[in-house]
């Protein structure tokens, strides 16, 4: 069965902290894709990052770096010299490249507020 | 690029009231969206898979009579709450995937910002 893990409901980390959110996934696909969003206050969710089950290399954007492990099944999301502006849910979703329906099962989330 | 708009952002009703919600894709064809719920502090719930041209694909327990979608066109899909009542009461969300011309396929979803329902 497919799923997504974020075990970490929310942490707080004070503002220029290195911060690192948790993302676990089950799926039998040889195929998938794995997304990180972003939810501010406001409620719109904003794409950060896609990444396909073929392609394990990190990638680093900025302050944000993520880490997809195969071996591990971790797909985990870095913020590097965290500022407040980056206080918002943070949403990992899978999506399974053979189901056809391009559905995306979202872990549960985890809040990160950065104190001034 | 990328974007998606959803109106209204927010919305209050009597109860008993059907209350409309577009989404669009404003750069972008999308033969596929979909409608999200999310409840304060928790998930995103898919509640259906709108397809252009063809019905909606709803996930177990969401009533697709009370729930109406249609996806008329590339850019465009509306979802209408029939008779409205203070359970549902949330924040709606809608996603698009963007349709390519070529054979790769993408499954990245853009978002909307979302639409705030109250049902008094």
């Known amino acids: 069965a497919q799923k997504v893990t974020q075990a970490q409901t929310e942490i707080s980390v004070v503002e220029k902290e290195d911060v690192t959110l948790d993302c676990v996934y089950e799926?039998?696909?040889?195929?998938?894709?794995l997304f990180w969003y972003k939810q501010p206050p406001s409620g719109e969710l904003v794409f950060l990052i896609r990444?396909?089950?073929?392609?394990?290399q990190n990638e680093i954007s900025g302050r944000y770096s993520w880490n997809f492990q195969k071996s591990t099944s971790s797909f985990n999301f870095t913020i590097t010299a965290s500022q407040v502006v980056d206080s918002a849910v943070y949403f990992c979703?899978?999506?399974?490249?053979?189901?056809?329906?391009?559905?995306?099962?979202f872990g549960t989330g985890t809040r990160l507020k950065v104190l001034a | 690029g990328a974007v998606v708009s959803q109106h209204p952002s927010w919305v209050i009703c009597k109860s008993g009231t059907s209350v409309k919600i577009e989404c669009r894709s404003l750069?972008?064809?999308?033969?596929?969206m979909f409608w999200y719920r999310q409840f304060p502090k928790q998930s995103l719930m898919l509640m259906a898979t709108?397809?252009?041209?063809?019905?909606?694909?709803?996930e177990q327990g969401v009533e697709k009579d009370k729930f109406l979608i249609n996806h008329a066109s590339l850019t465009l899909s509306t979802l209408t709450v029939t008779s409205a009542h203070p359970e549902d009461s949330s924040f709606y969300i809608c996603?698009?995937?963007?349709?390519?011309?070529?054979?790769?396929?993408?499954?990245?979803?853009?978002f909307g910002p979302g639409t705030r329902l109250t049902v008094l």
């Open positions: 996603s698009a995937r963007q349709t390519y011309t070529t054979r790769a396929r993408t499954d990245t979803q853009y």
């Open positions: 799926t039998r696909d040889t195929t998938y894709y």
């Open positions: 990444r396909n089950s073929f392609d394990e």
């Open positions: 979703a899978l999506s399974e490249g053979t189901s056809g329906t391009y559905k995306y099962i």
């Open positions: 750069d972008f064809q999308a033969t596929t």
């Open positions: 709108s397809n252009e041209g063809s019905k909606a694909t709803y």
